[in-house]
């Protein structure tokens, strides 16, 4: 049975930004970062996440949100994106109450969720990080990312065509349209550039080894858009972690292997 499409709720940001989120499921709190410059007001569209949120959610209380600038929350253009979206993350989780959670991380939401384990020690119950990195600056070095970078500011459908296809894989052919589509409907080209520009001075190197949650690092053996030596050296500068490879050439392979994610993430968090 499909599960309605959760109501949007907003949580306000110390900073005085509204953040939209929506929750599914009941439990302990699972909550995942949204990646910035993506899609995930109407992700709820695409059969394969609909159904990879429906897992999710029959096993914890998922909480899912738009990053500042993104799909339905405040259209604004941040100067300090990875503060910033800290507190973002904040903002919601103290709206919902949520003394203590498991903090998903994934792609380039990776950051954030190191920063706020980092910061915040007690809230943080698990960490499981997916496909990221500890600088930005390296991630960026990723031929297809400088590829599809440059075509930002010249042809934002094109781009936005050309991700959708990096990340789910070139044999992709409607959903990767679907997925296009919602990334115009969800960001401006300036969000995206301002994006690029601000994340190659990222470098959350020194947070590492402050984590002390059990951290699970997760990523795809064949990973085109992260190269898959990030999941170990992440793994070795954190205390308590381990890492766990996918067999896929996908950038979301927890689309493509939804079951076997739910059981690996139940065993971390058993």
Known sequence: M???????????????VNIAFWTLGEGRGFVHLTPGTTASHGEWEIPECRRWYEQLASKWKLVRYNNRGEGLSDRVVSAQLLE?????????????GLDQFVLF??????PTAIAFAARHPERVSHLILW????????????????????????DFEVYTEAVA???LGWSKGEPARHYAALLRESVTP???QNFYDQVNDWDISALLPLISAPTLVLHGEQDAVVDPANAELL????????????????????????TRFVQVVSEFLA
């Open 235 to 258: 793994a070795a500068r954190i205390l308590s972690a381990r890492v766990e490879t996918f067999s896929s050439s996908g950038h979301l392979f927890f689309w493509e292997q939804p």
């Open 84 to 96: 910033d979206s800290v507190l973002d993350l904040e903002a919601v989780v103290d709206r919902l």
């Open 190 to 192: 300036e969000f995206v």
């Open 2 to 16: 499909v599960a309605m499409r959760p109501d949007i709720r907003y949580a306000r940001t110390s900073d005085g």
């Open 105 to 110: 991380g994934p792609w380039y939401g990776g």
């Open 131 to 154: 496909c990221t990195f500890a600088r930005g600056s390296e991630w960026l070095r990723q031929p297809q990312l400088q590829a599809v970078r440059s075509l930002v500011q010249k």
């Open 165 to 167: 296809h990096v990340i």
